[in-house]
């Protein structure tokens, strides 16, 4: 491959690209477009869709798409060739800037939430030129935002980059006011790092509940599991590390920053991290490298798995979301310097957030919420489902300090105390790591840890932002008509930590003591299940904000809450047919086909010796026997309960009935499962163990 600096983005249509293919005036005209906003005119669209034709055939590219991220969760595409016919009968390559910024795909099979009717057809998918083009195989990929032929938002990246301009605009004002008159744009930053299993094709393949669902519906814990803590950055296998080598290849050829690699707690669980860059273009990149992850993992005989939770007993995957705010000169407005008690317009910014969080924590974990996370968060592995925000001992400090009126004695850099001469000196952050906190600060950005691995993290971002747009128009509005700046600006940040401190938690999220002071004591919201919280994305305070950042309408809201409970319906769902039909069809024949021989064997040994009692076989086919009726049980109850879902008289009813009744029931079959494949012999059991699979990759 050469040097990674000499194929690093070649497969992107990037500035370095775009330099060298447009005209200056061109040029400048389409960065005028990007960095600040400015209307594209026909005439610059023209000429940028020639040079992007061009690059893209010279580099083997047939067909363009407008690549967009509908309300599926992943993303679609639809293919169309260059060529157009050539009077002599031949073919020309033809690509014009109306097809670059505008197609037509057929929104009726898409998600609508009920925004369109089955035949209404027409929806339009708009490019984004702040998010580079692409090839993938022999296309070129644009990506577009994809709307309605009424404008509403039918994908995830219309309501981002929304969000994205509310959070700049309030912004700037705020930053008008400290005096900075030459900030143009305001930008939030994400570093999404990606958790994900690896398996082994060949018993992938054997495995319905993996191929239909993503998750193993059944397996009794292996011998060995995480207990060791023996994978945690472990040395990497060779099959892996290959597979992690061809991946990071195929992201650097996209222009993808990955960064960091290596093995999580999970046996077969890994992670990518990549560097931060826009938002916008993280949660493009996020989406391509799911996608990349998978295609490269079947070139090496392999599946990633992307589920939150693929296997009970051992840590599920989750997707950290670094989120930080710069401003157009590269000034992080987050990062608190060295003396941030001083740094009024940090503790503002911070404060903005912590209000933020507070007020909007129900959004945050609505942002996060699937059937497959609903598994995951609490599970002594990931952070709670109550929100909350971690700060250190230093920024606890400040803000104590500033709510009290008290003066901060901030303390000397602590070095660190290694007790080896030859290692190096270095100061202590300002900060420990608090890994069991959903929302913690590290540095100069905020750590939102409780999205699922499979998450678009669009989601999480749009309502972050939004919230925190919200905080600081608040501000913006009082601090303009202040008669005295800095004593109202003093009294705002005091009286913002007064009335948030609720959210801010230091110590362990894991311990059911602090479950139980965040929402007996302090207020605080614990939405254990996506029925449980996804309601209150309609409650009028959140369909206040969101309107009036313009973010959503209250129809593209009201949609958002019927797709996103029908996703979990049908996720569970399918989760508790797949279940239904591996217990009946291979299960129960395993073990009563186990049973069996092990009858035929103890009759054998009585015919040899009328004296045997043969209590060993006579046991392990009464419990065998047992087990079997138990899951012929299970099973027909679990059935009836799925069948009843139909009977439910609106999708909310439904989501509820899945939560209160189905889960029990898929939960009850899967103990029965479960035990019985603990007693039966190996070579019976129907499908690959979690022994096999955790540890079947060399």
Same mark, same amino acid.
């Given at each position: 491959m050469g040097t990674v600096s000499a194929y690093f983005g070649k497969l992107v249509f990037d500035d370095r690209v775009m330099k060298a293919n447009l005209s200056a005036k061109v040029y400048q005209s389409l960065k005028k477009t990007i960095d600040e906003g400015a209307k594209l005119d026909i005439?610059?669209?023209?000429?940028?869709?020639?040079?992007?034709?061009?690059?893209?055939?010279?580099?083997?590219?047939?067909?363009?798409?407008?690549?967009?991220?509908?309300?599926?969760?992943?993303?679609?595409?639809?293919?169309?060739?260059?060529?157009?016919?050539?009077?002599?009968?031949?073919?020309?390559?033809?690509?014009?800037?109306?097809?670059?910024?505008?197609?037509?795909?057929?929104?009726?099979?898409?998600p609508s939430g009920g925004l369109r009717a089955t035949f209404e057809a027409r929806g339009y998918t708009a490019w984004d030129p702040t998010s580079y083009a692409f090839i993938k195989g022999k296309t070129l990929c644009i990506p577009t935002a994809f709307c309605s032929y009424g404008g509403e938002a039918l994908d995830k990246k219309t309501p981002l980059l929304r969000s994205m301009e509310a959070l700049s605009k309030q912004a700037i004002r705020i930053l008008r006011l400290f005096g900075n008159d030459t900030v143009k744009c305001v930008r939030t930053s994400v570093g999404p790092e990606q958790e994900y299993f690896l398996v082994d094709k060949e018993m992938y393949d054997q495995r319905r509940d993996l191929r239909f669902t993503g998750r193993t519906l059944f397996g009794a814990k292996p011998p060995k599991g995480q207990e060791l803590d023996d994978h945690y950055f472990g040395v990497i296998k060779p099959r892996v590390e290959a597979y992690m080598q061809e991946l990071n290849e195929e992201l650097w050829k996209l222009g993808i920053l990955a960064k960091t690699e290596h093995n999580e707690v999970a046996p077969a669980q890994h992670e990518l991290a990549p560097i931060y860059t826009t938002t916008n273009i993280a949660t493009d990149h996020n989406q391509l490298t799911m996608e990349i992850m998978q295609k490269v993992a079947a070139k090496h005989g392999l599946v990633c798995l992307l589920h939150e939770k693929p296997f009970a007993g051992v840590n599920g995957s989750g997707k950290h979301n670094n989120w930080s705010i710069s401003t157009d000169a590269g000034v992080n407005l987050l990062s608190p310097g060295e003396t941030p008690y001083e740094n009024a317009q940090f503790l503002l910014f911070l404060c903005a957030v912590i209000k933020a969080v507070d007020d909007y924590q129900d959004l945050l974990r609505i942002s996060v919420a699937t059937a497959g996370n609903d598994h995951r968060l609490g599970a002594n592995e990931a952070p709670p489902a109550v929100v909350s925000i971690f700060l250190g001992d230093e920024l606890n400090a400040?803000?104590?300090?500033?709510?009290?009126?008290?003066?901060?004695?901030?303390?000397?850099?602590?070095?660190?105390?290694?007790?080896?001469?030859?290692?190096?000196?270095?100061?202590?952050?300002?900060?420990?790591?608090?890994?069991?906190?959903?929302?913690?600060?590290?540095?100069?950005?905020?750590?939102?840890?409780?999205?699922?691995?499979?998450?678009?993290?669009?989601?999480?971002? =749009?309502?972050?932002?939004s919230a925190v747009a919200e905080?600081?128009?608040?501000?913006?509005?009082?601090?303009?008509?202040?008669?005295?700046?800095?004593?109202?600006?003093?009294?705002?940040?005091?009286?913002?930590?007064?009335?948030?401190?609720?959210?801010?938690?230091?110590?362990?999220?894991?311990?059911?003591?602090?479950?139980?002071?965040?929402?007996?004591?302090?207020?605080?919201?614990?939405?254990?299940?996506?029925?449980?919280?996804?309601?209150?994305?309609?409650?009028?305070?959140?369909?206040?904000?969101?309107?009036?950042?313009?973010?959503?309408?209250?129809?593209?809201?009201?949609?958002?809450y019927e797709i996103m409970l029908d996703n979990y319906c049908k996720a569970v769902m399918i989760e508790a047919g797949t279940m239904v039909d591996m217990a009946r069809t291979e299960i129960a024949p395993a073990v009563e086909s186990y049973a069996l021989d092990v009858a035929k064997t103890a009759a054998a040994k009585k015919a040899l010796d009328a004296g045997l009692a043969c209590s060993?076989?006579?046991?392990?086919?009464?419990?065998?026997?047992?087990?079997?009726?138990?899951?012929?049980?299970?099973?027909?109850?679990?059935?009836?309960?799925?069948?009843?879902?139909?009977?439910?008289?609106?999708?909310?009813?439904?989501?509820?009935? =899945?939560?209160?009744?189905?889960?029990?029931?898929?939960?009850e079959l899967r103990a029965a499962c479960d035990e019985a494949e603990v007693v039966t012999a190996k070579k019976y059991w129907p499908f690959p163990t979690y022994g096999d699979l955790l540890f079947g990759v060399k």
């Amino acid at each position: 491959m050469g040097t990674v600096s000499a194929y690093f983005g070649k497969l992107v249509f990037d500035d370095r690209v775009m330099k060298a293919n447009l005209s200056a005036k061109v040029y400048q005209s389409l960065k005028k477009t990007i960095d600040e906003g400015a209307k594209l005119d026909i005439s610059v669209a023209n000429a940028v869709a020639t040079a992007m034709k061009d690059w893209a055939i010279a580099n083997g590219a047939t067909h363009y798409t407008h690549w967009f991220q509908p309300l599926t969760g992943i993303t679609a595409e639809k293919h169309d060739s260059f060529i157009a016919p050539s009077p002599d009968g031949g073919v020309i390559m033809e690509f014009s800037g109306k097809e670059l910024i505008k197609g037509e795909p057929d929104a009726s099979s898409f998600p609508s939430g009920g925004l369109r009717a089955t035949f209404e057809a027409r929806g339009y998918t708009a490019w984004d030129p702040t998010s580079y083009a692409f090839i993938k195989g022999k296309t070129l990929c644009i990506p577009t935002a994809f709307c309605s032929y009424g404008g509403e938002a039918l994908d995830k990246k219309t309501p981002l980059l929304r969000s994205m301009e509310a959070l700049s605009k309030q912004a700037i004002r705020i930053l008008r006011l400290f005096g900075n008159d030459t900030v143009k744009c305001v930008r939030t930053s994400v570093g999404p790092e990606q958790e994900y299993f690896l398996v082994d094709k060949e018993m992938y393949d054997q495995r319905r509940d993996l191929r239909f669902t993503g998750r193993t519906l059944f397996g009794a814990k292996p011998p060995k599991g995480q207990e060791l803590d023996d994978h945690y950055f472990g040395v990497i296998k060779p099959r892996v590390e290959a597979y992690m080598q061809e991946l990071n290849e195929e992201l650097w050829k996209l222009g993808i920053l990955a960064k960091t690699e290596h093995n999580e707690v999970a046996p077969a669980q890994h992670e990518l991290a990549p560097i931060y860059t826009t938002t916008n273009i993280a949660t493009d990149h996020n989406q391509l490298t799911m996608e990349i992850m998978q295609k490269v993992a079947a070139k090496h005989g392999l599946v990633c798995l992307l589920h939150e939770k693929p296997f009970a007993g051992v840590n599920g995957s989750g997707k950290h979301n670094n989120w930080s705010i710069s401003t157009d000169a590269g000034v992080n407005l987050l990062s608190p310097g060295e003396t941030p008690y001083e740094n009024a317009q940090f503790l503002l910014f911070l404060c903005a957030v912590i209000k933020a969080v507070d007020d909007y924590q129900d959004l945050l974990r609505i942002s996060v919420a699937t059937a497959g996370n609903d598994h995951r968060l609490g599970a002594n592995e990931a952070p709670p489902a109550v929100v909350s925000i971690f700060l250190g001992d230093e920024l606890n400090a400040v803000i104590e300090a500033i709510q009290k009126d008290e003066p901060y004695s901030a303390a000397a850099k602590t070095k660190m105390k290694l007790g080896v001469d030859v290692l190096p000196k270095f100061n202590r952050d300002t900060t420990d790591r608090n890994r069991t906190s959903p929302f913690a600060f590290t540095g100069n950005k905020f750590e939102f840890r409780m999205l699922g691995s499979s998450n678009s993290i669009a989601c999480a971002n =749009i309502m972050l932002n939004s919230a925190v747009a919200e905080s600081l128009r608040i501000y913006a509005d009082r601090l303009e008509q202040a008669e005295d700046f800095e004593t109202t600006l003093h009294e705002m940040i005091r009286k913002t930590i007064k009335d948030h401190k609720r959210i801010i938690f230091n110590g362990n999220g894991y311990d059911d003591a602090w479950i139980k002071e965040a929402t007996e004591q302090r207020g605080l919201l614990n939405y254990r299940t996506t029925p449980d919280c996804m309601p209150h994305l309609l409650d009028q305070k959140n369909v206040d904000m969101l309107t009036s950042q313009k973010v959503f309408s209250e129809a593209e809201l009201k949609s958002r809450y019927e797709i996103m409970l029908d996703n979990y319906c049908k996720a569970v769902m399918i989760e508790a047919g797949t279940m239904v039909d591996m217990a009946r069809t291979e299960i129960a024949p395993a073990v009563e086909s186990y049973a069996l021989d092990v009858a035929k064997t103890a009759a054998a040994k009585k015919a040899l010796d009328a004296g045997l009692a043969c209590s060993y076989e006579s046991g392990l086919v009464k419990k065998l026997s047992t087990l079997t009726d138990r899951i012929a049980v299970k099973t027909d109850e679990l059935e009836q309960a799925l069948r009843s879902l139909d009977s439910a008289e609106n999708i909310g009813a439904q989501a509820n009935a =899945i939560r209160d009744t189905l889960l029990t029931k898929m939960s009850e079959l899967r103990a029965a499962c479960d035990e019985a494949e603990v007693v039966t012999a190996k070579k019976y059991w129907p499908f690959p163990t979690y022994g096999d699979l955790l540890f079947g990759v060399k």
